[in-house]
């Protein structure tokens, strides 16, 4: 897996991954329930939890979770954008 410390986004797919020691328990149960907040029916973003971090993708256009992570208070420096 290649990390970049920038954000990259288009309009086929995006991807974060934010360290677990990064964020609280708090924040990581709002990223698992991410689409209760939206109000769009669809989601296409894949949540993926691991021993040390959350990963985040999408391969379309799909509501901003960049701009929802911010909003719940997890700092832009702690989210890492990635691919594979």
Do not use: P
Request: net charge negative; hydrophobic share 35%; proline share 0%.
């Amino acid at each position: 897996m290649k990390v970049k410390s920038d954000f990259i986004t288009n309009s086929s797919s995006s991807s974060f991954i934010i360290g677990l020691s990064d964020i609280t328990a708090k924040q990581l149960k709002q990223i698992h329930n991410h689409i209760e907040e939206v109000d769009d029916i669809y989601d296409a973003w894949k949540i993926t939890e691991t021993d040390d971090c959350v990963e985040c993708n999408t391969y379309m256009d799909n509501y901003d979770l960049y701009e929802y992570l911010i909003r719940i208070g997890i700092s832009s420096k702690v989210i890492k954008s990635w691919h594979s």
